[in-house]
Each structure stands twice: as structure tokens, then as C-alpha cells.
């Protein structure tokens, strides 16, 4: 059973969803219905249980427009109410389909929805719309069994108000037109889980960066994301070499208004992905990498419960790093892994601190706990560290070999950590490795909180010198042989190091406002477009009390809602000028996403 689910897919499995909805933009509401085919799978079943959250749900038919009886429970204040309907006494025996057809509507309540003004947008001529599912925010878009341990296939007829264009995490199969409106559908054939079904309604233009890749965003983005993602072939050739051949058909990607709350989100056929990402270089383009490797880890082979996400996330990870080392040299895989160790780190320290250590485990226990709590680079990282040991053990060409064929095993499923662990140690016992990996301390990797228990060693040149630049001329020395020079090699990694490597050295005794200001006029960092770089040195100086600085802090945060930088920015902002981080959070909130307001008032405290 999923805690993070009222559903009952172990009784009556949903197989496929047929979505028939209208736009409303003047309500902020989508209106219509949802055709659910289901499963007995349980003799005598007499419900099926979908989970709905801030849906209005109006009435349920027959395929014959005949009524249903269904009710709904008490309102659980994370998870929401399920969506109990009757299944006819003929019905209830193993094996027969029940289909169902819920007639409701959204709300401006619904948390996987953002509606956005004409203003909010970048050409502030139409309104917009887009959805974000993960994790467990489907069910208010649909109602729906909103767990990851149940794979659907799904339809859907989407009516726009014109001129705007409707896209979602399937394949378009046409449009029709009529006097202010456009019908548009599509179909997805793949099973998925729900929270990788996803819409945008804007005014959208499209650019082609590939043979099976469009990059979609409102005019005025355009030909910036033509040109920041034109490496994404390359990127899925590489995935489909390393693992399997690429099964989705098409690869599209959706640059989204500046209030998208992740740098990117793997739904099936169009990645949605931040325009923080447009650096104007191309130096930002590893969360294509990422989400491209989503394609193999998440989307095929799915994580069955939210307490399992390094299943998705750590094996992305790796993916993403394979594929940039091949791409850009090996040791950019070990450079990138140093990296992510530091913000690993920090949200240990950061949980830690909350006194909820055990949310740093690799499998923590999430019963009761909305699963966007408990988000982190936990299971990105420990994850990607767990199969970086494993890999240690065995050899790189017989591990790549391992993912392969795990990709190949498992892929259309859900799964926990208990089936990755015995197939790897079945395939290296077959292999005669079980020498080497017995010493793989499965209960500790998988249960114990903190950082990784059997920490493989990384080397990277690159990073050595970015790293002796923060700590020895400028933490030891005080930047007093510092030069405009020292960074002008540096590759995008080497300057996120050098500032991570500044924030982390420096938490317990700071800079002085002097030496950032000295640092400041030689490289240059208040102005920098690269999003990466202006929240690690706004971050900096706000730990060393740069009074400067909170302008240009507020300046960010209202600019783009990005939860990666907007809920530290808050945090530190908060430390130093509470008043200000508050004023300006209450001022601006209704711009940010939902999650991601909720997370920052979390955060403050409000």
C-alpha cells in the first residue's frame, strides 16, 4: 500500500484515463470529464477508490449515461479525499473492466495547476497555464489512483480559447478549430505513472533542435531556447547507447514562465524545463542531460513508493554524469560528483538542524509526510553515491553493463529497493563477483541517516584548482595575489565549485566585506546573466553581511520562482533582514507556484 495514496489500485487497478476537459481562463478552472477504465483485480471488490484533492466532482455515468452512486471521504489535509464509487454487482469479479466516467472541475485551489495573467507572462498578451504533477498533486488535476505504483495509458481532448496552443505529456493527434476555440487531443501508449502527466495552454511557438526534438516556448523565448538546447540529440544518442533505445517517439522541450518551480520536470515527450536555464552559453544545459536520462530511470522504470525516489533520482543522476563524461570527458563525472557531495552535505546539516535526521536516509519512512516535505538532493545524491560504490566493486564496463540490463528488466514497472538490490547481487553472483560485492552493507545504504557510509574517492584536476582558489587565495591569503586572470579558463563547473566551495568554507567564520568587495571588482559577479552564479554569490554575501547586496537579493527573487534558489535566498535573507524577506514574500507570493509558496512560508516561518 502507498501511505501517500486513499487509493485502492491493489483491489481495482485503473488501466487508462480519457481526459475531455474545457479551459476556463475567466474561472481559473478546467471543466469537463474523465473516462477511467479499471480492473478487478481483487474478488469482490465493490469500490473503486481514486484520490482527488480540491476537485469538484459533480456526478459519475456509465458508458450509457447511466448514474453511478459514489461518495466522498473526510478531507485528509495532505492527501485529500478519496473518490469512493460503486461498482456494479456484475462487475466485482477478477478480471472485469469497470469503466466510469467522473464529470468535475478544478479549482483555483488545485495545487498541481498555475494559472498565470496576460501580465505574468513574457509577451503579456494571453494567459497561461501549466500543470506540475510530482509528486502527489495529480489528484487535483484528475481524479485518479495518484501513486507511482500504478501505471495508466491516457487520452485526453483539450478545448483552448484561440489563438492559444495546448500541449501535454503525450502525442498530438490533431486539431480542430471552430469560431474562439481549438480542440486539440492526444494520446499516450505508454503506461506512466500520474505524476508524469502534465498540460501547458499559452501562446506557444516552436523551433526544431533535432529529428525528433521541438523546443517550445511563448515568441519572445524562442529563439533563445533554439539556441541554448541545440545540443539535446546529442544527449539522447548517448542515453540510448549507454542504456536502451529510446522508446517515447518524440522529445520535446517546453521553456516555461519564470514562476516554473523546478529546473526541470521529466514529463514524457516534452520536458518542461526554467528559463533560469537560459544562460546565453549553453553552460546551464546538464538539466537537458538530466531529464533526457528520466527517459530510462523514472519514466520506464518507476520508483513504486515515494520513500523509494533514489530509484529515480539517484540512477538519473548517474545517467546525466555518464552522459556529460562521455560528452566532455570523464573527469567532468567526477567534477560533477564533488559538487553535488557539497550540496548533499549542506541538506544534511539542513535537516539535521530541523531535527529531522531521518529524512536523510536513502528510504526514509514517509507515512503521514507529504513527500514534497521531505524533497532534497538526498536521494539525487546519496543515491548517485550508492551506485558509484557498487560500481567501485565490480568495474565500470561490467556496471554499465548491470544498467543496461536492469534498464532492460525492469522498465514498465514500479519498483522498490529490495528488486534493484537482488538483481544486482543475482546478475554479479551469475557473473562469479560475489566475492566483491559482498561487502555491500545493503541496511546501512539503504536505512542509515546522514551521508554516504562507503564514500567513494572523486579526483578532478579542474576541480583541485577551483577549489585552491576559494580556499588558499582567497580564505588563507585574503585575495592578496588574486588577479581578473584567475578565472578566465574556468569552464561554468569550475566557477559553481569555487563559490560552493567559498559558502561551505566560510559558514562558521565569513568573509569580510572587504575582501567580497575586492573579489566583486575583479570577477565581476553582482552582474552576471548565469542564475547559478548570481544565487551562489548572493548567498555569499549574505552570509558576510554585504548590505548591498539585498537589492539585487529582491531583484532575483521576484524575477524567477525556482524553489532551488527562491527557498535558501528566503532562508538567508531572512537571517539577516527578516523584515525584508517577509515584505517581500507576502508582496510578491501570488507570483510564485503554489509548492513553491507553501514551501517558502514553510520556510519563514509565516
Known amino acids: 500500500m502507498d501511505p501517500s495514496s486513499l487509493s485502492n489500485p491493489q483491489e481495482c487497478k485503473v488501466t487508462s484515463l480519457n481526459l475531455v476537459l474545457s479551459v476556463n481562463f475567466e474561472k481559473s478552472q478546467l471543466q469537463g470529464y474523465v473516462e477511467v477504465a479499471s480492473q ?3 474478488e469482490g471488490t465493490e469500490n473503486l477508490i481514486l484520490d482527488t484533492n480540491q476537485l469538484e466532482i459533480s456526478h459519475c455515468n456509465d458508458v450509457t449515461s447511466n448514474p453511478i452512486n459514489f461518495k466522498l471521504s473526510e478531507e485528509h489535509k495532505i492527501f485529500g479525499k478519496a473518490l469512493i464509487i460503486s461498482i456494479p454487482e456484475g462487475l466485482r469479479s477478477v478480471g472485469k473492466e469497470f469503466i466510469v466516467r467522473v464529470y468535475y472541475n478544478t479549482t483555483v485551489d488545485s495545487n498541481a495547476l498555475q494559472w498565470l495573467t496576460k501580465d505574468q507572462t513574457a509577451g503579456k498578451l494571453h494567459p497561461y497555464l501549466f500543470s ?13 489512483q495518484d501513486s507511482p505504483s500504478n501505471k495508466v495509458k491516457y487520452q485526453a481532448e483539450i478545448t483552448v480559447p484561440k489563438p492559444l496552443t495546448a500541449l501535454m505529456s503525450a502525442l498530438s493527434t490533431g486539431k480542430t478549430e471552430s469560431t474562439d476555440s481549438s480542440v486539440f487531443t492526444f494520446t499516450q501508449e505508454i503506461p506512466i505513472p500520474t505524476y508524469l502527466i502534465a498540460i501547458v495552454v499559452g501562446d506557444l511557438e516552436s523551433r526544431v533542435i533535432g529529428p525528433r526534438s521541438k523546443v517550445w516556448s511563448e515568441p519572445s523565448m524562442v529563439a533563445a531556447a533554439e539556441y541554448e538546447f541545440a545540443n539535446t540529440e546529442k544527449f539522447i544518442a548517448v542515453g540510448e ?61 518507476t520508483n513504486k513508493y515515494w520513500s523509494e525516489f ?27 560528483a564533488m559538487n553535488g557531495l557539497k550540496h548533499l552535505h549542506d541538506d544534511v546539516d539542513l535537516f539535521t538542524h530541523r531535527h529531522q535526521e531521518e529524512l536523510t536516509a536513502l528510504i526514509p ?26 560500481q567501485s566493486l565490480v568495474g565500470v564496463a561490467d556496471f554499465e553493463a548491470w544498467l543496461k540490463s536492469y534498464i532492460s528488466k525492469f522498465s514498465y514497472q514500479s519498483i522498490v529497493a529490495t528488486q534493484m538490490k537482488d538483481y544486482f547481487i543475482e546478475y554479479f553472483t551469475e557473473k562469479g563477483k560475489s566475492e566483491q560485492i559482498s561487502v555491500v552493507n545493503w541496511n546501512d545504504w539503504f536505512n542509515k541517516p546522514g551521508m554516504p557510509i562507503d564514500q567513494v574517492v572523486f579526483v578532478s584536476p579542474a576541480a583541485k584548482v577551483a577549489k585552491d582558489l576559494a580556499e588558499i587565495t582567497w580564505i588563507k591569503d585574503q585575495g592578496v595575489n588574486a588577479t581578473k586572470d584567475d578565472i578566465k579558463s574556468f569552464k561554468t563547473q569550475q566557477i559553481i565549485l569555487f563559490l ?107
Open 365 to 390: 519512512n514517509l507515512n503521514g509526510i507529504d513527500p514534497d516535505d521531505a524533497f532534497s538532493s538526498v536521494p539525487y545524491e546519496k543515491g548517485f553515491n550508492l551506485l558509484c560504490y557498487l
Open 132 to 144: 506540475q504533477c510530482q509528486a502527489i498533486h495529480a489528484r487535483s488535476l484528475v481524479p485518479c
Open 500 to 606: 560552493d566551495t567559498l559558502i561551505h568554507s566560510t559558514s562558521e567564520k565569513p568573509l569580510s566585506v572587504d575582501i567580497l568587495e575586492k573579489m566583486d571588482s575583479l570577477y565581476g559577479f553582482t552582474d552576471v546573466v548565469n542564475s547559478e552564479y548570481k544565487f551562489r554569490w548572493q548567498t555569499l554575501c549574505l552570509h558576510s553581511g554585504l548590505k548591498r547586496i539585498e537589492p539585487k537579493v529582491v531583484e532575483f527573487l521576484i524575477s524567477q520562482g525556482r524553489m532551488k534558489f527562491v527557498r535558501p535566498l528566503y532562508r538567508e535573507l531572512n537571517k539577516v533582514n527578516p523584515e525584508l524577506a517577509k515584505s517581500t514574500f507576502n508582496k510578491y507570493k501570488s507570483q510564485y507556484h503554489i509548492i513553491a509558496s507553501k514551501m517558502v512560508a514553510k520556510d519563514l516561518g509565516l
Open 241 to 301: 547507447d549507454l542504456l536502451t533505445p529510446y522508446v517515447w517517439g518524440r522529445y520535446d522541450i517546453l521553456l516555461l514562465p519564470p514562476s516554473f518551480p523546478y529546473g526541470g520536470m521529466e514529463n514524457p515527450l516534452l520536458t518542461f524545463v526554467t528559463p533560469t536555464l537560459l544562460a546565453g552559453d549553453r553552460s546551464l544545459e546538464g538539466v537537458v542531460a538530466h531529464e533526457i536520462a528520466h527517459s530510462w530511470c523514472g519514466n520506464l522504470v
Open 40 to 42: 478487478i483485480v481483487k
Open 310 to 336: 533514489f530509484l529515480n533520482e539517484g540512477f538519473t543522476v548517474f545517467v546525466e554524469r555518464k552522459i556529460l563524461g562521455r560528452l566532455y570527458g570523464e573527469e567532468m563525472f567526477d567534477f560533477e
